[in-house]
């Protein structure tokens, strides 16, 4: 009986995946302290994920114990299933739920923090501002970088503020939302944002 040889099998050419395609509304003199970032796939076959976007800001640095995000949360509608409150589960299932027809992935706003008030209370606000203006409808994760706990200058104290597209109801993922990944999700989101800062400077 023949033996089979490396010879035998050609060699398997690397599927080339489909990665996130970004656009950027940067921060500007108008909103010093607001980004906005549109992610969505051009193409249908073999997409990267979220998963790996996330990674990188989870642990955005190499250290064992300095190069993890300095906290994390995950904001979820009122009716969405209990399991997705858990983020591995909550973002592996959007990745595997995705129609190939959708292309909107996310949205995602950095906000600066103010460098002569202490982290965790903007860290608040901002929660405090996903809740209201994203999360009846999606899910979030908000994400916080410190680069003063690992020695570093860095960018500044600022809070990255994922939001995945679609709508969570008690059944789970509904399709994406284009005007949330729109301009006009962009406009809204700035001015929900200003509104926010005011309402919370007057309670406090």
């Not at 395609?21 to 909103?31: A, L, N, Q, Y």
């Not at 642990?59 to 190069?67: A, T």
């Amino acid at each position: 009986m023949a033996q089979s040889t490396s010879k035998d099998f050609a060699p398997c050419a690397d599927i080339a995946q489909t990665k996130l395609s970004v656009f950027v509304h940067h921060r500007c003199d108008d909103h010093p302290d607001f980004e906005f970032s549109r992610h969505w796939y051009k193409g249908q076959d073999n997409r990267v994920g979220l998963r790996p976007w996330f990674d990188k800001k989870l642990v955005p640095g190499g250290d064992p114990r300095f190069g993890y995000a300095a906290k994390y949360d995950v904001l979820v509608p009122p009716t969405a299933p209990g399991d997705l409150v858990r983020f591995g589960t909550l973002v592996d299932r959007f990745d595997d739920t995705l129609p190939v027809y959708e292309q909107h992935a996310m949205i995602h706003v950095k906000i600066m923090l103010d460098p002569a008030e202490a982290w965790h209370v903007g860290f608040e606000r901002v929660r405090s501002y996903a809740r209201s203006h994203f999360a009846h409808r999606f899910a979030v994760v908000l994400i916080a970088h410190i680069p003063g706990f690992a020695g570093l200058k860095g960018q500044g104290n600022h809070i990255h503020c994922a939001v995945l597209s679609r709508d969570i109801t008690i059944n789970g993922f509904g399709g994406a939302c284009t005007e949330l990944c729109s301009d006009r999700g962009y406009e809204a989101a700035l001015a929900a944002w200003e509104e926010h800062k005011m309402n919370w400077e007057g309670e406090v």
